[in-house]
């Protein structure tokens, strides 16, 4: 049973096309975060959420608490964006992680 | 600069050796956490922290210890590696307010291979 469920797994996208990944979970949640995964490995941070949508630069993270789903748009997608885009979904203490959706932009 | 540290970068280990994990923070945060990542499976946890001297079971814990004797440090150890812990490990960190845990930050990952 897996508690956070994204989808696609795998996405290519042309540059300059608009992403969408999205993030379904089955835990009661107090925040859904998305995370970034660089080719090299390195994660980072991008969002926290538990209400609405947030936006920072071409990045927008929205969520819907009554439906459990996330989604993380890119708009005018770069091949600087082709990462493993994780969503976390945090409880208490705890997080519980998405497979990740491993996206390729090519120029 | 500020963030998260892991020591060491790569390790090969055989069968029943056993090896400690290094992982400091200088954010001053009370979470910590270890996890392990494998191809399809997601990043899972073993151990956690919620602050100096105090740790508890994640999803994944069998074969692992832990130890937080200090705030700024958190150790995972493996007393008789497997080849089934052969995996990337990352440390991480956070802190709450409320309901919510902030500034959650990755160290740069421990490639382990047991063989």
């Known amino acids: 049973k897996n508690e956070v469920e994204q989808s696609p797994q795998n996405l290519t996208a042309q540059e300059g096309e608009f992403i969408t990944i999205n993030c379904s979970y089955s835990v009661g949640i107090s925040a859904l975060h998305w995370l970034q995964q660089h080719p090299g490995g390195g994660i980072v941070s991008l969002f926290m959420?538990?209400?609405g949508k947030k936006k920072h630069g071409r990045l927008i993270a929205t969520i819907n608490i009554q439906e459990k789903h996330s989604s993380l748009h890119i708009t005018a997608s770069h091949p600087r964006d082709s990462a493993v885009y994780i969503c976390a979904a945090n409880t208490g203490n705890q997080f519980y992680f998405g497979t990740g959706t491993s996206l390729t932009v090519i120029p | 600069n500020a963030g998260v540290t892991q020591t060491p970068k790569f390790r090969v280990l055989k069968t029943g050796q056993s090896m400690t994990l290094l992982c400091a923070q200088d954010m001053n945060h009370e979470y910590m956490y270890w996890y392990r990542q494998d191809p399809g499976m997601g990043l899972r946890l073993i151990h956690y922290?919620?602050?100096?001297?105090?740790?508890a079971k994640g999803e994944v814990p069998d074969g692992y210890n832990v130890s937080r004797l200090k705030k700024q440090n958190f150790l995972l150890g493996l007393e008789s590696a497997a080849p089934s812990q052969t995996s990337v490990y990352f440390c991480a960190s956070s802190y709450r307010e409320g309901n919510y845990h902030y500034g959650y930050t990755f160290g740069s990952g421990t490639r382990l291979t047991v063989v």
């Open positions: 922290s919620v602050g100096e001297g105090t740790t």
């Open positions: 959420l538990s209400s």
